[in-house]
């Protein structure tokens, strides 16, 4: 279980700008500039602003138009003249074309990887639990063949259900992590004087994070997978409800077969850690190939203003998309078995897989992860760890796809301001 939000990997992840770099386990410790022809290459500074200028402690900004006292004049004054006017200007306007960029960026990649990527998700996550089906959609192509059949058959919500569980288990895990951090004294982030304590404890608090979220993401789980055919219209919180009640034993009732939440937090937690730990190294390691190239590139002075300031924006999500890309398929096999246990004994019906319409009820029997993956290998064989990975490669290429284009909209913008 792991939440997907462009969040730069708090505590072993990437911070951006000019903060020190925190190291995971001290693969790559962090560096430190101490010249100023390092800063160069690796802080953008952004265009003057009129009656503005870099500040030291304990100093105020001088009003527009008063000269700084500090500073000596080294050449004659400016007089104003409309160039000068008009370069301020467009300084200007650059600036707030990149913040705009920046936050455009930013939504567009959170906006695929939460609403566009969500019927893949869906898709994915059927497949997964259908232990009946005898297709298991390992390419893009049969998993769109059957998307077009849900929507045909169940319409459009078939495709979209259960996603706003999914943002409350975000939430509910983000909320989680600062209270417990808050209370004791697992730290949230690893500083870059690590020591294997500090990372022990960093790693248990996202362990109890993971275990406070369980519930509700067994409930996201089954909104997720329950056909939209036999499913009543639901509300935004019946996530939060279904989540309490699994908690305290209320609510739906349950099968015999239902596995307790004591049996579920060992997969539970070593899925989400493991997915934790994958990213934070990919995505460390993707950001320093990228920055030393980013150098070079400032080295050999081959670098285009426009280049440099996607420079700025683009490193970490291109290295975001990889950190996830990288351990969805490395924990996809384990991500089939904890979905298996977390569905069983909810007496939820899934939509057929192999069809695109009818559905199947979900009865299986098994008594521990173990159990699950023994039975799986057996009946179903080494590839039924993968069910639904087509899934996978629609989203990514969908999440790649939006990357490209969004580079290529912020490229024709800065050249035409520039």
């Not at 386990?25 to 265009?47: E, K, N, Q, Y």
């Not at 490193?315 to 996830?324: D, G, K």
């Not at 199947?360 to 799986?376: A, F, K």
Request: with cysteine.
């Amino acid at each position: 279980m792991h939440p997907r939000r462009p969040d730069g990997f708090d505590g072993l992840g990437y911070r951006g700008g000019g903060r020190d770099e925190q190291g995971f386990g001290g693969a790559f410790p962090a560096r430190s500039f101490t010249s100023g022809s390092d800063l160069g290459h690796w802080v953008t500074t952004p265009p003057d602003i009129p009656g503005s200028r870099n500040l030291h402690w304990g100093e105020k900004s001088p009003p527009y138009g008063v000269p700084s006292a500090s500073t000596p004049h080294e050449g004659p004054a400016e007089e104003p003249f409309p160039g000068g006017c008009s370069t301020s200007v467009q300084g200007q306007s650059t600036e707030q074309l990149n913040r705009f960029a920046g936050f455009g960026i930013g939504l567009a990649s959170l906006f695929t990887e939460n609403v566009l990527a969500h019927p893949c998700i869906v898709l994915r996550r059927q497949c997964q639990v259908n232990y009946h089906a005898r297709h298991y959609h390992l390419t893009p192509f049969t998993i769109i063949n059957i998307m077009y059949s849900f929507n045909k058959t169940q319409g459009p919500r078939a495709l979209w259900k259960g996603m706003g569980s999914t943002f409350i288990v975000q939430g509910v895990t983000l909320g989680a992590e600062g209270i417990i951090s808050e209370f004791t004294p697992l730290p949230r982030e690893i500083s870059h004087k690590w020591n294997p304590k500090q990372i022990g404890e960093h790693l248990l608090l996202k362990s109890l994070t993971y275990m406070v979220a369980m519930p509700f993401y067994s409930a996201s789980l089954i909104e997720t997978v329950q056909s939209e055919i036999i499913r009543d219209n639901t509300g935004i919180l019946e996530c939060v409800k279904e989540g309490i009640g699994r908690v305290i034993g209320l609510g739906v009732p349950h099968s015999k077969r239902l596995l307790p939440l004591l049996s579920l937090v060992f997969p539970t937690v070593l899925h989400g850690i493991l997915h934790y730990i994958i990213s934070s190294i990919i995505q460390k390691f993707v950001l320093l190939i990228l920055k030393r190239k980013t150098y070079n590139n400032h080295l050999a002075e081959s670098t285009s203003p426009v280049q440099s300031m996607l420079d700025a924006y683009f490193p970490e999500l291109i290295a975001n998309f990889a950190a996830s890309l990288c351990s969805d398929i490395i924990l996809y096999p384990l991500e089939t078995v904890l979905h298996r246990l977390h569905i069983q004994g909810t007496r939820t019906i899934i939509d057929n897989t192999d069809l695109g319409y009818e559905v199947l009820p979900i009865n299986t029997q098994y008594e521990g992860m173990r159990d699950c993956i023994n039975t799986i290998k057996q009946e179903e064989g080494m590839l039924g760890f993968y069910k639904g990975f087509g899934a996978v490669i629609i989203q990514y290429t969908l999440h790649a796809a939006v990357l490209q284009i969004t580079k290529i909209i912020y490229s024709t913008l800065l050249q035409n301001s520039i």
